[in-house]
């Protein structure tokens, strides 16, 4: 079935360095995109999202870009904070309902 | 303005009981959507439901039911628990016709021994 998923488990980024988390997601009738951070014992927050009629999108601190082409999209976090360190999870919606999510990303940032 | 709100925080429960897991959506909110999320792995939907209708299902089995309340909060229900039950349930609202953006409670660590 359609799924989304990550091509990396794991990264670490000294601090002050920028990080880039990758997601593909294979399903081409997604419209609608959304990265979230989860730390530890706690549920995921919104960072950023975006639309399929974008390519790029930017928040505070953070970039979302979205390549249909190859349905790959990816979040850009400058000058990492320990702040940062967390599990990164790209989510999908199409039908307006339900996010399908990848397994997800764990960032470590090392002070 | 207080957040998506869950109750209890964490539970035990051993096989074959039931559980009952609560969620207050965000101020504002009308939709309410429970995803379960097992160790090292991407919350999994569950349900949604708006108008106090189940309005979407994921691939889960009919002992997973829930229920939204005129207010808008919700329950999740499980029965006769298995061990593979075990898992943080987190609950996601969203504003009146914006159900694509989500917003999550902080989880309830559900424990099956």
């Known amino acids: 079935g359609e799924s989304v998923g990550l091509h990396l488990p794991t990264l670490s980024v000294q601090e002050g360095d920028n990080s880039i988390i990758n997601c593909a997601y294979s399903?081409?009738?997604?419209?609608?995109f959304i990265w979230y951070k989860q730390e530890s014992g706690k549920g995921p927050q919104f960072i950023i999202d975006?639309?399929?009629?974008?390519d790029k999108r930017q928040g505070q601190r953070v970039t979302v870009l979205l390549n249909k082409t190859v349905k790959h999209l990816s979040l850009q976090i400058a000058a990492t904070q320990p702040g940062d360190s967390a599990v990164y999870f790209c989510?999908?919606?199409?039908?307006?309902?339900?996010?399908?999510f990848g397994t997800g990303t764990r960032l470590t940032i090392i002070p | 303005d207080a957040g998506v709100t869950q109750s209890p925080t964490h539970l035990i429960k051993t096989r074959g009981q039931q559980v009952t897991l609560r969620c207050s959506p965000k101020?504002?909110?009308?939709?309410v959507s429970w995803y379960q999320q097992a160790l090292g792995q991407g919350p999994q939907f569950i349900f949604q439901?708006?108008?106090?209708?189940?309005?979407q299902r994921g691939n889960f089995p009919d002992r997973f039911s829930g229920h939204q309340f005129p207010n808008y909060s919700s329950e999740l229900n499980v029965n006769a628990l298995l061990l593979g039950d075990s898992a943080l349930y987190l609950c996601?609202?969203?504003?009146?016709?914006?159900?694509?953006?989500?917003?999550f409670g902080p989880g309830t660590r559900l424990t099956v021994l």
């Open positions: 996601a609202s969203s504003q009146p016709l914006r159900t694509d953006t989500q917003y």
């Open positions: 399903n081409s009738a997604s419209d609608y």
């Open positions: 975006i639309r399929s009629n974008m």
């Open positions: 989510a999908e919606n199409w039908g307006n309902e339900k996010l399908t």
């Open positions: 101020s504002g909110h009308d939709t």
């Open positions: 439901y708006y108008e106090e209708e189940e309005r």
